[in-house]
């Protein structure tokens, strides 16, 4: 019995060995990200997933409270040369790190990549590509992308006699539907919608109407005429009509879900946000409408790796990377987020297929990704956009016109170009 006792407690001692060994022997990365709430909640479940699903690598999670925080955070640790091995960055950050020389090459590890094929790269969406694309090599990878989209209250669509399956496709089928629900009631005036001044709203608008946030050259054009096209039509609605009201933060958000307002603009996962508390309504989705052309503009992060000497851990941040946006995670990441699956063969999935059949009217949403574009590559536009909003709010509230606000937009827009081009 005691020699059993002993044979016993050997082999107890051996598989503890044998799994510390394995557990010491995956390479760890550290993983910087500014999701949190419902997105970072599904987020941290695919991680752990993707832990448990290997032996090679683990994935370290430090979730910073915003992306401004977290690009604060970033600059602060490439000073410090104690950068992550990967983390979600925005275009205009990768240009600035391409310039300091800390990032790694995706090109260089896709060349080297048997596993990954040009069939691999060709499913990711041309906007996608497109958008990490910089000096002819790839620096990061999308990540968690989405598109402007409209969410709209089809029992007030009903009620008002219109079709609650249709919503209006043009600027001008819109400013009418907006019209229609601004009526005065009891114990609030309902209203078509509301607008937080959106600078991702107004380059919606400024691709539709045919212009562009800079030409060729690289110099802010968003103030042409294309753009006070624009914007004069959201403050027309504003102050015209009366059938739209400025609101702040999430204020807009409720009072859609209040059915104040019967459409909502807003980013494709905000109805993961609306779905934390219960719709008491058929709720409806929409694409944008459009006006000269059908372009809508991407936004939301990528991610990228950080050099660190180590090509172990540069290597199994690629692993990670690739494993989270293959065809099945994406399309997961998709219908519990709500973000834009990265890969068109997504859409073949059972998982998007299921999600498609209970809310159908997204895949013309997904379909925007077909004619998307993306904001500018350059540093300067990070802080250029947050002024731009600023010179939106001025315009909204009449301090000045759209040609002015624009105006003063893009001349501090090219400003910043230049104190960064030196």
């Known amino acids: 019995m005691r020699k059993f006792t002993i044979i016993l407690m050997l ?105 990954f094929t040009d069939e691999n790269l060709q499913d990711i969406y041309p906007v996608f590509l497109q958008s990490i694309t910089y000096q002819d090599s790839i620096w990061s990878w999308p990540f968690n992308k989405s598109v402007r989209a409209y969410f709209y209250n089809k029992d007030m669509f009903y009620r008002a006699g219109l079709d609650p399956n249709h919503f209006p496709a043009t600027w001008d089928e819109f400013r009418t539907y907006c019209r229609i629900f601004t009526k005065e009631a009891k114990p609030r005036n309902t209203y078509g919608t509301n607008f937080v001044p959106n600078e991702w709203q107004f380059i919606n608008l400024l691709a539709q109407a045919g212009g562009q946030i800079i030409d060729e050259n690289g110099r802010p ?8 096209e624009a914007l004069t039509y959201l403050t027309d609605l504003l102050h015209k009509d009366k059938s739209v009201y400025q609101s702040q933060g999430y204020d807009g958000q409720n009072d859609f879900m209040a059915g104040i307002v019967s459409m909502y603009e807003g980013s494709s996962v905000s109805i993961t946000h609306m779905r934390q508390q219960p719709i008491n309504f058929n709720i409806g989705y929409a694409p944008l409408p459009t006006y000269r052309t059908n372009k809508s503009a991407i936004s939301g992060a990528n991610i990228v790796i950080f050099k660190s000497g180590d090509k172990r851990r540069e290597e199994a941040a690629w692993k990670f990377i690739k494993w989270f946006t293959d065809t099945e995670q994406t399309a997961e990441w998709s219908a519990r987020t709500c973000y834009m699956p990265l890969r068109k063969s997504a859409l073949q999935t059972d998982v998007l297929r299921d999600f498609l059949a209970e809310s159908p009217q997204f895949e013309a949403i997904f379909a925007q990704l077909e004619d998307a574009i993306f904001e500018p590559q350059m540093g300067a536009w990070f802080e250029a956009r947050q002024q731009l909003k600023d010179y939106l709010e001025k315009a909204f509230k009449q301090v ?23």
Not at 221 to 228: A, K, L, R
């Open 221 to 228: 054009v968003f103030n042409g005429p294309e753009g006070v």
């Open 11 to 115: 082999v107890v001692l051996i598989l503890g060995a044998c799994s510390k060994t394995t557990q010491s022997s995956k390479v760890k990365i550290t993983f910087w990200h500014g999701l949190s709430g419902p997105l970072g909640d599904v987020l941290t479940d695919m991680i752990i997933r993707f832990n448990r699903s290997q032996n090679e690598v683990e994935v370290v999670a430090n979730p910073i409270s915003s992306y401004t925080a977290l690009s604060q955070k970033l600059m602060a640790s490439i000073q410090a040369k104690k950068q992550p091995d990967i983390a979600q960055v925005f275009e205009s950050w990768t240009s600035k790190y391409v310039a300091s020389n800390v990032l790694v090459n995706i090109s260089d590890l896709i060349a080297n990549d048997p596993d």
């Open 400 to 422: 000045l016109t759209p040609k002015e606000a624009l105006d003063q937009a893009a001349a501090k827009f090219a400003q910043l170009i230049e104190e960064e081009q030196g």
